[in-house]
């Protein structure tokens, strides 16, 4: 089993910045991929991957609608994941989760292929 927890959502003003953490723990050396995923207010459906990393952080991916704005990282020694969120806009505006997968045998960006699920951030941005 693998925990995962975020912190360091809150609410901010358009064109500010916040940084999202997601601690591991448990059985870490069995997870394959990490990645940021997000669901807007009205979208309960669906979780859009915002931003995927390699455990050792040698490649990452992001959502064409965050590329040049968010980073994500992964400090190994910490086992913490980040994601940096700068010049954040309104529909930036969602429940932000991080997920681990152990079980996937190449990267995915589908929810459905992550088997691990933190708690949930909400970040706010206002106009």
């Known amino acids: 089993q693998v925990q995962l927890v975020e912190s360091g959502g809150g609410s901010v003003q358009t064109g500010g910045s916040l940084r999202l953490s997601c601690a591991q723990s448990g059985a870490t050396s069995s997870v394959r991929y990490l990645a940021w995923f997000r669901q807007a207010p009205g979208n309960e459906r669906e979780r859009e991957v915002v931003a995927s990393i390699l455990p050792d952080g040698r490649d990452t991916y992001y959502a064409d609608s965050v590329e040049g704005r968010f980073t994500v990282s992964q400090d190994s020694s910490k086992k913490t994941m980040y994601l940096q969120m700068n010049n954040l806009q309104p529909e930036d505006t969602a429940m932000y989760y991080c997920?681990?997968?152990?079980?996937?045998?190449?990267?995915?960006?589908?929810?459905?292929?992550?088997?691990?699920w933190g708690q949930g951030t909400q970040v706010t941005v206002s106009s």
């Open positions: 997920a681990a997968a152990s079980r996937a045998l190449s990267w995915s960006l589908l929810p459905v292929n992550y088997n691990y």
